[in-house]
């Protein structure tokens, strides 16, 4: 109890109101953005109302470039018609774009919720899109009654730049774009009509075909701006996608701690809990099995006692294994280093579990190089990995069987440990089903005593500590072989001899000392 904090307890009582509403947020984005992508027109209420404001927005910024083509407008045109003339197209056309940069700030302040909203302005900047037209038409009207040649020339430059203008600020809108050119169309047909020169009707169908152009320009204009609001939207909510993976993946985080807490904690309390008594029943047990007070009057109890303290030993080996796992995945096993000697600690681990390889009639055959230097590692961690990879392979190897330990160098300068047994092996496809927790291979299940299924992983977490390597070779029916190997920077480098003159001045100095 004494490691929970307070962050932790609150962390388990769920997600706090600044998470939720983020969630929310999130939740309420995703939904908008999907709507705007997922609609049966293929262009929803989101899309349209982008558009109306791009248009509005275009029409407003645009502004005095159009006052710029006014101005060379009338400056050429004064030097044919009268300046009363040229000073009404000015009236009219700044008439024109007042009314439209009126209505154009107007949508973009309001509030456009609804469809209706949404076609009710746009028809109102379609209208001031016709306005705007028809005062330029009246310029192009007025040019007609000049009968000049350069006049004719300078009249389809007009018609080319306002079409143009005009093409391109109503895009969005491909409705304002034939209402904004209607006007100069009626007027070209004119021309056409009441004039029945080759020139004039020349001029009157170059200057239609270029409204067509730029009119499929403005249509073609018009597909690639949705397009690229359709990918903008995609891009938005495959980035709110990953916004909500990254949630999601918080709170599994947020779960597996609270749960890797609740077991820590349990593991924590457990502990004294079941060592406690699992002691007394070990205490009592071993009294009772030694007839330490008088002998049993019934043979049956001693045969009893037995099995009551050989499961109770079983027992608490497996909550010794579990704390170690625990301590291991916590990261809190804390390595106690010193120089020590894979050799001893061999023998040690044979002597150990002699019996039980005699019991099974079974063959250990060690092989240890000779002169192998120590090595600073935890003694204890060390010969649980020896303790845990020897007595798997006794457990695992049938009566009779062979077991073989080596030990030397590696390649790398550093050592190894190798436990080989003439077992059932391993398929390929269980070995990581082994090396997890409370994992066992299905011949191992067959043939073998029944076991926790921690050894392995005990091993590997404590060969990592140490910064090792730990290898597993099986093959079904050959046998399995397990290898942990430590690096070079643990291996201690013995000291060199001491020379001839140091070895001179030692007793120099103990007779100078005494």
């Known amino acids: 109890m004494s490691d929970l904090t307070a962050e932790q307890i609150q962390q388990g009582r769920g997600l706090d109101r600044k998470t939720l509403a983020a969630r929310r947020r999130l939740a309420h984005e995703m939904r908008s953005v999907r709507e705007r992508i997922a609609s049966a027109s293929g262009l929803g209420h989101a899309f349209d109302v982008e558009l109306l404001r791009q248009f509005a927005h275009a029409q407003i910024s645009a502004v005095p470039l159009e006052m710029i083509l006014l101005a060379s407008i009338t400056a050429i045109a ?12 000015v009236i009219l056309v700044l008439v024109g774009l007042a009314m439209m940069v009126a209505t154009g ?7 456009l919720d609804t469809p209706q909203k949404v076609k009710s302005w746009r028809w109102c900047l379609v209208l001031a899109q016709a306005l705007l037209g028809a005062c330029w038409s009246i310029i192009v009207g007025d040019l007609l009654t000049i009968d000049l040649s350069l006049s004719r020339l300078f009249l389809l430059f007009v018609v080319i730049m306002v079409s143009a203008i005009t093409a391109m600020l109503a895009e969005t809108v491909p409705v304002a774009v034939v209402f904004g050119l209607l006007p100069i169309s009626i007027r070209l047909a004119t021309l056409a009509i009441t004039h029945e020169t080759l020139r004039d009707i020349a001029l009157a169908l170059m200057a239609a075909g270029a409204q067509l152009f730029f009119l499929l320009f403005s249509s073609r204009m018009h597909e690639t701006t949705v397009m690229s609001l359709k990918l903008r939207a ?10 909500e993976a990254k949630a999601n993946s918080d709170e599994a985080r947020r779960r597996a701690e609270e749960a890797n807490l609740a077991k820590s904690h349990f593991l924590a309390t457990m502990s004294h809990e079941l060592r406690t008594p699992l002691n ?22 001693r045969e009893y006692a037995n099995d009551i303290h050989s499961s109770g030993h079983h027992l608490l080996t497996l909550i010794n294994e579990i704390l170690d796992l625990s301590r291991i995945e916590a990261g809190r096993y804390d390595l106690r280093e010193e120089a020590i000697s894979i050799a001893h600690i061999i023998d040690d681990a044979k002597h150990m579990l002699s019996l039980r390889a005699k019991a099974k009639n079974q063959t250990v055959h060690s092989k240890i190089e000779m002169s192998l230097p120590r090595l600073w590692a935890d003694e204890r961690a060390t010969r649980q990995i020896v303790l845990n990879i020897l007595s798997n392979a006794i457990k695992f190897t049938p009566p009779g069987g062979e077991i073989w330990i080596k030990a030397g160098w590696t390649a790398g300068s550093g050592q190894y440990i190798s436990i080989k047994d003439s077992g059932p092996g391993i398929p390929e496809e269980e070995i990581p089903l082994v090396l997890s927790s409370f994992g066992r291979g299905s011949l191992a299940i067959k043939t073998a005593e029944q076991g926790s299924g921690l050894g392995l992983p005990i091993v590997k977490g404590l060969i990592d500590l140490h910064g090792g390597s730990f290898t597993l ?24 001899p001491l020379g001839k003159q140091v070895a001179r001045a030692i007793p120099l100095r103990r007779g100078k000392a005494a």
């Open 105 to 111: 700030r107007r949508v973009l302040a309001a509030p």
């Open 473 to 496: 070779k099986a093959k079904p029916r050959e046998g399995t072989e397990v290898i942990v190997t430590f690096p070079p920077e643990r291996v201690m480098e013995a000291l060199p």
């Open 78 to 89: 004064a030097y044919w018609l009268d300046l009363i003339v040229v000073l009404r197209w």
């Open 280 to 301: 007394a029943i070990l205490g009592f047990s071993e009294v009772m099995k030694g007839e330490v007070f008088g002998p049993h009057t019934n043979p049956a109890y």
């Open 234 to 243: 995609e891009k938005e909510a495959l980035l709110l996608e990953v916004q």
